[in-house]
Nanobody, 116 residues
Framework: VQLQASGGGLVQAGGSLRLSCAAS????????MGWFRQAPGKEREFVAA????????YYADSVKGRFTISRDNAKNTVYLQMKSLKPEDTAVYYC??????????WGQGTQVTVSS
């Protein structure tokens, strides 16, 4: 199983970024896909998740209304659209997948830096 995250970068506060996570190596139709992040000196925290089959979405309170998780079945790709970014959103973002919770497989991180 491979999860390839991309789309990170440097953006000013208030700006937007879209992260992508390309999944391969198995069928993910019954899986839950998620995004987590880890800021320097802090523990990794949950950001958002989506059930691949039904499309139900879940968000951390800190990103509700600003971030949107979605998936493209044809491309086996999960996206995280991030808007109204804040400096506190600065972190390494990781995509993950799992049968019931998104914690069985992890991709490499992609750095998101929000300048004030």
């Amino acid at each position: 199983v491979q999860l390839q995250a991309s789309g990170g970068g440097l953006v000013q506060a208030g700006g937007s970024l879209r992260l992508s996570c390309a999944a391969s190596g198995r069928t993910f139709s019954s899986y839950v896909m998620g995004w987590f992040r880890q800021a320097p000196g802090k523990e990794r925290e949950f950001v958002a998740a989506i059930s691949w089959s039904v499309g139900s979405t879940y968000y951390a309170d800190s990103v509700k209304g600003r971030f949107t998780i979605s998936r493209d079945n044809a491309k086996n790709t999960v996206y995280l659209q991030m808007k109204s970014l804040k400096p506190e959103d600065t972190a390494v973002y990781y995509c993950a997948a799992g049968a019931s919770r998104p914690n069985d497989y992890w991709g490499q991180g992609t750095q998101v830096t929000v300048s004030s």
